[in-house]
Each structure stands twice: as C-alpha cells, then as structure tokens.
C-alpha cells in the first residue's frame, strides 16, 4: 500500500428538506449553517469525495456528485500523504450514515450516553482526516467541524473559500 500526496478539502452544505429526516435535523440543528459535510480529495485533475449520503456511504467522483447537490462552502487543507486503499478500506466499513441514529443522539443520546457517538458524516469525515495525518478530535456535527477547521485555518496554511472558487480552480468552472 503506497501513499501518494493529495489535496484534501472539506465541503460543507446545507440540506435539502426532502426527506423527513432532513426535515427533523434542519429544524433540530436551526442554528447551524451546515448540516451535511465531506471530504474531497484532489490529485492529476481528477476529484473524489467521500458521500455519505443517499443511503450509501463510498467514494465518488466529484464532478457527478455536483449534479445532485453543491457544497455552500469549502476548506482546502493542503496536500498531505494519503494512502487511498487504507481510506477504501475504512469507508467500506460503512454502509450507510444513519440520520435516524443522528436524530436519537440530538435529542436523548448526547445528555445521558455522550460518548456514544452516531455514525454521522462529521464523525466520518474527522475520522478519514485522521488517517490522511491530519490531527482533529471527534465532531458529530458539521457546522462544529466548521468552525473547528475555521478556527485552525487561522494557525495553519488551510483556506477557507466559496464553492465558486474552489471550483474554478479544480474544476475549470
């Protein structure tokens, strides 16, 4: 298993009411300007992410994840070693982020089981972080995260910038 340097960025979006699991995060979480977050990761023009959406939770490719949904915002973080088979392998542990897990740990779970965490797309998200060497606690809730790396972009060389522009940089729109 080789590692290859990569740039790795976060998107962060906001949800769509369609489902009513949506429905119930948005109204729970009414503060938050994101509700959903990802990885991307860059190399030789082309861009994966990590979806945990839809019910599946894999990589794609970025340009036909952008025909579902836009991210509103995205950190770059850098270029770092990424070894993709051990991140294939951990994203093939998970099936599907559970919303229905989210829901219970916002409303009961994170007063009387805190350290229980849900198997969200923050948490994922800070996980895969970590195994490309990037040091970050555990986050369940995307606009935490968000301000996390916000706050951290201000020690480090991460940039924060609209989708527009992370687009027109990588993807020549």
Same mark, same amino acid.
Request: glycine residues 6%.
């Given at each position: ?60 490719? $970025? +340009?036909? &994840?952008?025909?579902? =949904? ?8 850098? @270029?770092?070693? #990424? ?36 198997? $969200? +797309?923050? &948490?994922?998200?800070? =996980? ?8 970050? @606690?555990?986050? #369940? ?33």
């Amino acid at each position: 298993m080789s590692e290859v340097e990569m740039d790795i960025s976060v998107a962060f979006y906001a949800l769509e009411k369609k489902r009513w699991e949506s429905k119930v995060i948005k109204a729970a979480t009414m503060g938050d300007t994101y509700q959903h977050t990802g990885i991307i990761l860059h190399r030789n023009g082309v861009s994966v992410e990590y979806s945990t959406g839809y019910g599946v939770c894999r990589f794609v490719d $970025s +340009c036909a &994840l952008r025909k579902i =949904q836009t991210p509103q915002e995205v950190i770059y973080l850098g @270029k770092h070693l #990424v070894n993709f088979e051990r991140l294939q392998l951990f994203a093939d542990r998970f099936h599907s982020e559970d919303k229905r897990s989210f829901i219970w740990w916002w409303f009961i779970g994170r007063f009387f089981i805190p350290k229980m965490l849900p198997p $969200s +797309c923050g &948490l994922i998200t800070c =996980q895969l972080l970590r195994l490309c060497g990037i040091e970050i @606690k555990d986050i #369940v809730r995307p606009q935490l995260l968000f301000k996390e790396l916000t706050n951290a972009a201000n020690n480090y060389s991460w940039k924060r910038q609209s989708w527009k522009d992370y687009a027109s940089k990588y993807h020549g729109t």
